[in-house]
């Protein structure tokens, strides 16, 4: 592989224009930086298409612990190294750090800058749920809207997609339970002094769950169609989209508290 | 989960709701700057693990689904610890006995009720 020399522009994400996410597609991730003369300069990151394992691989490697020292509580949250590893996984090519030969330097992706890779996997996992709307009319099923930064369109800039709809049945007194369990299903070893507790992948768990409790999707293709049944969604959907979708659907983070 | 920690959890937690109410009359009258430190102070210190109150209160929330949905199905480690949780419950109550004229629980000893302030005969 030979990289490109960049020339995109990306300024501010464009908040218009496309209304969906293709899925199918890889996506296109455009930095900002400056180069050794402080120069402004874009660098261009091509991904492949994220698939599931690779999701649950990055999920499960978030380290969320506290930790006791002394008697002191320490919260330990950590997903650099997951996003590096994310990115060195699914990155298949780049622009904009000049012309190398990929050939010549097999280990390439590590060779990448660590803030611009940390950058990308940021990016990857830009994803968040729009406030419930508690005017909204009672109905069979609950409705969870998603704003995601998916890929750079033509112009090179970022696209923040609004309002990607998933429709879920509502949880089963059975599936909250679960939802729960999971959600404080903690390990711990030591004493107060030196305690140490592990705390569940949620989003691992929740994309599980997605597949139980899914209807439909607005705003999502594959080739251009829509998503037309379950069975698509739940083979076709992102694993982060999955995630934040029932994390929302089940109060967010908030679920399970702690002192 | 380990048994031992959990039931260390669920005494503490309701030696800490317990402490609450006093300490929340404090608390209210210290400066928000010095709440924290002032909290740390009036509470007993908790001597497990943080996760174990996590686990804790999953149970006392199916504990409450239990009785409005009692044919929910359990597996093991929530049997154990609802058992545990409410051993805990039990001993809690027997050491802290209601006051006769308001109801709050106070320390076997106690001679007055620390809520309503009146007399407690032993």
């Known amino acids: 592989m030979t990289a490109r020399k960049g020339q995109h522009s990306a300024d501010a994400p464009d908040m218009k224009a496309p209304v969906t996410v293709e899925l199918n597609h890889g996506r296109i991730i455009v930095l900002e930086g400056k180069n050794s003369k402080g120069e402004p300069r874009l660098y261009r990151y091509e991904i492949r298409r994220i698939r599931l394992e690779d999701w649950d691989r990055y999920f499960r490697a978030v380290v969320n612990q506290t930790r006791n020292v002394d008697g002191e509580r320490q919260q330990i949250f950590e997903n650099d190294t997951a996003r590096l590893d994310l990115v060195e996984r699914v990155v298949t090519c780049v622009d904009g750090y000049g012309d190398f030969d990929a050939v010549k330097i097999p280990e390439w992706r590590n060779s990448l800058p660590l803030n611009h890779r940390l950058g990308v996997g940021a990016a990857l996992c830009s994803v968040g749920a ?29 696209q923040l997609i609004r309002g990607l709809v998933h429709r879920f049945k509502q949880p089963s007194i059975e599936q909250l339970k679960r939802w729960n369990y999971e959600s404080a299903r903690v390990r711990v070893r030591g004493t107060a002094k030196d305690g140490v507790t592990i705390y569940p992948s949620r989003p691992a768990v929740a994309m599980l769950m997605y597949d139980e409790l899914i209807v439909s999707v607005d705003g999502y293709t594959v080739n251009g ?18 995630a934040e979708a029932v994390m929302a659907l089940f109060g967010g983070t908030d679920a399970v508290t702690i002192r | 989960m380990d048994r031992d920690l959990l039931e260390r959890a669920a005494g503490e937690f309701l030696i800490e709701g317990y402490e609450y109410r006093t300490a929340e009359k404090i608390l209210r009258d210290t400066h928000p700057d010095d709440r924290e430190e002032a ?6 210190p908790r001597t497990v693990p943080d ?22 199905s359990l597996n093991a480690a929530e049997v154990e610890g609802i058992l545990i949780l409410r051993r805990s419950r039990n001993h809690f109550q027997r050491t802290h006995p209601p006051c006769p004229h308001c109801g709050m629980p106070n320390e076997e000893h106690a001679l007055c009720c620390r809520e309503c302030m009146k007399e407690i005969s032993r």
């Open chain 2, 39 to 44: 909290r740390e102070k009036l509470l007993s």
């Open chain 1, 225 to 242: 169609s829509p998503l037309a049944n379950v069975d698509v969604i739940n083979s076709e959907m992102d694993g982060c989209h999955k």
């Open chain 1, 130 to 158: 729009q406030e419930q709307d508690d005017d909204a009319p009672l109905s069979e099923f609950t409705e969870v809207k998603l704003d995601a930064l998916w890929s750079a369109g033509v112009e090179g800039k970022m």
């Open chain 2, 51 to 72: 996760g174990c109150f996590v686990f804790l209160q999953h149970l006392i929330w199916l504990e409450q689904v239990l009785e409005v949905v009692p044919g929910i």
